[in-house]
């Protein structure tokens, strides 16, 4: 089994400390609702608490290998796409996974893109509340 199927397998069963063991400690993810990554293993790992209780019905669909630049260093890694179906708030999402790998086969990049546009902003909320709630970022200041 590869690192793509072992983190498809880990996700499905929704599994934090074995997603622990595919990343390197400098992993970046590239989230479609925030310019800046979220770098470093103990961040991404708390995201991925967060999403995985945030998503409904998360299920990959499908899965292609190959090559890619990654956006880290611009070189050339191995990488997969992972194409996944879900639900948040009720909003149906689309999207895809793009893990990028090193030289041992742990993911050090991984960006996600999802659709509709209506989706992301729902995903976006959703995914704030529970960084917040987890102490992973601070709440907005009151804009009153």
């Given at each position: 089994m590869n690192a793509a199927e072992r983190f498809r397998?880990?996700?499905?069963?929704?599994?934090l400390a074995a997603l622990d063991d595919l990343f390197t400690d400098d992993v970046r993810l590239y989230s479609p609702v925030k310019f800046q990554p979220f770098e470093g293993k103990p961040m991404v790992l708390g995201l991925f608490g967060v999403l995985l209780r945030t998503f409904e019905?998360?299920?990959y669909i499908g899965q292609?290998?190959?090559t890619a630049e990654t956006s880290t260093?611009?070189?050339t890694s191995p990488s997969e796409v992972l194409l996944f179906r879900t639900t948040v708030?009720?909003?149906q999402i689309h999207g895809i996974d793009l893990l990028h790998f090193d030289d041992d086969g742990r993911i050090k990049e991984f960006t996600v893109m999802v659709r509709?546009?209506?989706?992301?902003h729902t995903l976006g909320e959703a995914?704030?509340?529970g960084l917040i709630a987890d102490g992973l970022v601070p709440?907005?200041?009151?804009?009153?």
């Open positions: 397998a880990a996700v499905d069963r929704r599994d019905n998360f299920r292609y290998a190959g260093d611009g070189t708030g009720g909003k509709p546009q209506s989706a992301v995914v704030l509340a709440a907005p200041a009151d804009q009153s």
